[in-house]
Structure formats: structure tokens, C-alpha cells
Nanobody
């Protein structure tokens, strides 16, 4: 059973930076994919960035050039470096993962239904 634990959320002013971390454990396949989603009050959950075991990455248009997803395999940790934050980035951020597939074969990599495992979420608040 894959377990995901997020940390690193907080409050920051517009233009600032935050780094989210997601400690992962329990993968049984060498092929996996992980992503960061976010959900603001009253809005649907949306994919922000994804990465897979082959190193492929994908980003939502709204965060390209500002957010960077990465992983440290030695620490089994996923990161999301968020720069130039905007008030519109305010949301609960979730780490998600799936196995036995990679981003290259996924038609809709940011479809929440495609992820089997989820963390509890960490709040990010950006003030103007």
C-alpha cells in the first residue's frame, strides 16, 4: 500500500516562494507516476504538475515557468518548488500517485481518477 505524506505548506505574499514535499513509501512497481493537485474552495481539483519513473514531467499551463516538480529517489520524496506565487495559487495541495504505468501512456495525466493514492493535503495561502 502506497502512503503519501505532504509537508511544506504555509502562507506567503504574492511573488514569494514555497517548496512542498511529499514523502512516499510502499511502491511495488518500478513504473510509477506522481503528481501534485490543488483544490480551492468551490472549485474542482486540478492537476498542477506530474512526474514519472522515467523522469518525464508535465505541467498545467497556469504554472509553467513558475513551478518545478522533482523527486529525490534516495529520500523517496517528491517536491514542488513554487516561485512567483499568485493569490490564485491559494488552495489545498495534494500529492497523488499511481503504479504500473508512466505518463507517456496516459492520455489524461491530470485526471484525478487516474491516481490510486492520495496524501492528506497541505494548505498554501498567497496574499496580495
Amino acid at each position: 500500500q502506497v502512503q503519501l505524506v505532504e509537508s511544506g505548506g504555509g502562507s506567503v505574499q504574492a511573488g514569494g516562494s514555497l517548496r512542498l514535499s511529499c514523502a512516499a513509501s510502499g511502491f511495488t512497481s518500478s513504473s510509477y507516476y506522481m503528481a501534485w493537485f490543488r483544490q480551492a474552495p468551490g472549485k474542482e481539483r486540478e492537476g498542477v504538475a506530474a512526474i514519472d519513473s522515467d523522469g518525464m514531467t508535465k505541467y498545467a499551463d497556469s504554472v509553467k515557468g513558475r513551478f518545478t516538480i522533482s523527486e529525490d529517489n534516495a529520500k523517496n520524496t517528491l517536491y514542488l518548488q513554487m516561485n512567483s506565487l499568485k493569490p490564485g495559487d491559494t488552495a489545498m495541495y495534494y500529492c497523488a500517485a499511481g503504479e504500473w504505468e508512466t505518463l507517456a501512456t496516459m492520455i489524461h495525466p491530470f485526471r484525478p481518477e487516474g491516481f490510486s493514492y492520495w496524501g492528506q493535503g497541505t494548505q498554501v495561502t498567497v496574499s496580495s
